[in-house]
């Protein structure tokens, strides 16, 4: 029995946060699953966009299906998405990327770097501070290194080290904690390696970076996969972990019920990874899969279906998946 709070957001998070409810209720129908109001939409209508009530119950949670919250460039609006992450100490931001002969993990630290959120404005210019500590370094980096070595066994660390200070006590502990885990590494300049990510996919495995530039890499990356709609990620904790979709709130098509629901639906794949559910997981991936192969896609990936119809039409796979697993003549 898990405690899941719901937190759809704003704009397209309340459309695509349906979909993947529904998966997620298919395999545990038992849970509990609590619902949250927060967000812009809830600063403009309360004025706070993340009350304490809200707060205390996201900190109660077990597990957290999240959509997307609008930040407006408005300097009395602080953001809600990076203070439940530093509230909730999620520190690792896992950010899945796969396709036709690649499959990436890139690991983003969450709680700090150039979005530490100590900044502050003088008269003629504005600062923000770009915090790397040791043990915020460390445990990403133990992260990381877990993670490749359950797989192929490579960590690339991406890094600007050769202008940046911080960045070269980042790659120092990095390169310590991989060699902890006897995996290989290589070291790569942020800049050349988004573009050696996005022409040569298949060369990569883990990846680790700080926090603005894996947030970049992550939405470049999302090229691969066919756009925003695909990615989701998991923000982990010691003993929390919160699910939300790589995009945002996406104002441009919220409210026209296109948005596609599977990053959104991915997460609950990632979630089920997360509480040892390994197959059911995979047989989610299988419905993305069948429903895509059947041509039922939302514009974003060149087809006509809105996101109740992609959402219902892998939920219908996954009960047909679920059907011929348990066939037994
Ligand atoms: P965005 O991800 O919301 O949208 C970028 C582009 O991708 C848009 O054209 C959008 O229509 C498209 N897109 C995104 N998700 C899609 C989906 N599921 N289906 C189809 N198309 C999709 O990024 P943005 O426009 O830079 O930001 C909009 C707002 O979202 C901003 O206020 C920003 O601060 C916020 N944001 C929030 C989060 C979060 O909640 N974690 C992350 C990124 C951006």
């Given at each position: 029995m898990k405690r899941v709070v719901v937190a759809p957001g704003d704009g397209i998070g309340p459309e695509v946060i349906p979909s993947a409810l529904d998966v997620l209720r298919f395999f545990h129908p038992d849970w509990e699953y609590i619902p949250v109001y927060l967000g812009y939409e809830c600063w403009k209508r309360?004025?706070?966009?993340?009350?304490p009530k809200t707060l205390d119950t996201l900190k109660k949670a077990d597990l957290i299906l999240f959509g997307a919250i609008t930040t407006p460039p408005d300097p009395k609006y602080h953001s809600v998405v990076l203070r439940i992450r530093k509230e909730l100490d999620l520190y690792a931001n896992l950010r899945p990327v796969f396709g036709d002969g690649f499959d990436i993990l890139i690991v983003r630290e969450n709680t700090?770097?150039?979005?530490?959120?100590?900044e502050w404005q003088e008269k003629d210019r504005a600062c923000t501070l770009r915090v790397v500590s040791e043990a915020g370094t460390r445990r990403i980096a133990r992260i990381a290194s877990g993670c490749a070595k359950r797989r192929r066994r490579h960590l690339t660390i991406g890094n600007k080290a050769n202008v940046l200070k911080s960045d070269s006590y980042f790659l120092e502990i990095c390169m310590e904690e991989a060699e902890r885990a006897g995996i290989s590494i290589d070291k790569k300049y942020i800049d050349s390696l988004v573009l050696d990510v996005l022409s040569?996919?298949?060369?990569?495995d883990v990846i680790v970076t700080t926090n603005i530039f894996g947030d970049i890499l992550s939405d470049a990356v999302a090229f691969l996969q066919g756009?925003?709609?695909m990615l989701p990620s998991a923000n982990l904790g010691r003993h929390q972990a919160l699910f939300e979709p790589v995009?945002?709130?996406a104002p441009d098509i919220?409210?026209?019920?296109?948005?596609?629901p599977i990053a959104a639906i991915r997460c609950v794949s990632l979630l089920l990874k997360y509480v040892g559910e390994k197959p059911f997981a995979i047989e989610v991936e299988k419905a993305i899969q069948k429903t895509l192969a059947d041509g039922i896609k939302t514009p974003d990936l060149g087809?006509?279906?809105t996101t109740s119809e992609v959402g219902r039409a892998i939920l219908q796979n996954l009960i047909s998946i679920k059907k011929e697993e348990t066939i037994d003549l």
């Open positions: 309360t004025g706070d966009a993340l009350s700090e770097g150039l979005y530490s959120g100590i040569h996919p298949e060369r990569y756009g925003l709609g995009h945002g709130s919220a409210g026209k019920g296109i948005a596609n087809g006509t279906a």
